[in-house]
């Protein structure tokens, strides 16, 4: 419910940061000469700088995995960023099992334990997935033409214990590469986000049109539309105090983003610390009160919701709230 800023560009910070602080296998290295035919001799270096610091920020040395394992997260780095392999693919039991086996292996090695647990092959897979999932590469314009390098250089970042003096020696033109395609990935994302926006937008319009009709719906100052199902008993919160509330979030056209009905717990919020348009409306009903909310992106996440969410640019909102407590700010 918080409002969260769009920002884009996490793996040029979480790279960066990796530069302050043996070889791919001979299938890894087949596969990278084919591949740099279609890159330039200056995007397979940087390529390979992607993927070898993406692996030492996400310390993966420390796990101590033989080149066999570092081969296959490798391969799911590889699988990700060609395509043959989605995280729609995997559910997100798979994805916690894997992070966690990565837990306990670590674990184990910090405690010095005479038996280390062993990661599978399928999560380890995984975690390669997941790494080009959450660092962004394909949003930094990396994609098939790149997968093999960028393998090959998490291949061996993942078996350095330290940054290759070598490496080290080619960061300012790292940084130089990374800042002009985040630039470009931001351009992108931009241009993107106001075409989904405006799309988004006018289906609002309809929408709303459309709502006009229920005589039961009433409409704010600020545009807020609401119908109260139920009045509730006693004074209404102010946008000052804390509420505890249960809801559950849609968008128009019926999908689910948040239930807290779903959790099997109602949520506490400060209402001059959400979404414009949920803090009003719940100053409309006292505690056992009902209210159905209709927002306008203006009154919820406007042109910038939580990157990779349901909720997009420019989408309207529809909460259903029960109100259940006030705490006086």
Known sequence: MLKISNLPVLLVLLLI???????????????VSQSETTETAE???????????TAQRGGFAALELDQEAIATIAEGVQKGLSGTMKMEDLDQAAIQAAFGQAQARSEALQAGAEEIPAIDTDALRAMGLVMVAQTGLK???????????????FHAGASATVVDPAIQAKIPAFEAFMKERAAAAQATAAAEAEAAAAENIAAGKAFFEKLAEDADVEISESGLHYKVLDPGTGARPS?????????????????????SYDRGAPATFRLNQVVAGFGEGLTKIGVGGKIILYMSSELGYGNSPRPGGAIKPGDSLIFECELIEVDPG
Do not use: R, W
């Open 17 to 31: 940061a990796a530069c302050q602080g043996q070889d791919a296998d001979t299938a890894l290295a087949a596969e």
């Open 43 to 53: 995007m397979a270096e940087m390529a390979e700088m992607v993927g070898y610091l």
């Open 139 to 153: 949003q930094l314009g990396f994609g098939p033409d790149n997968a093999a390098t960028i393998a090959k250089g």
């Open 239 to 259: 946008l000052t105090d804390s509420v505890l509330v249960h809801y559950k979030g849609t968008l128009i056209d019926g999908t689910q983003f948040d239930s």
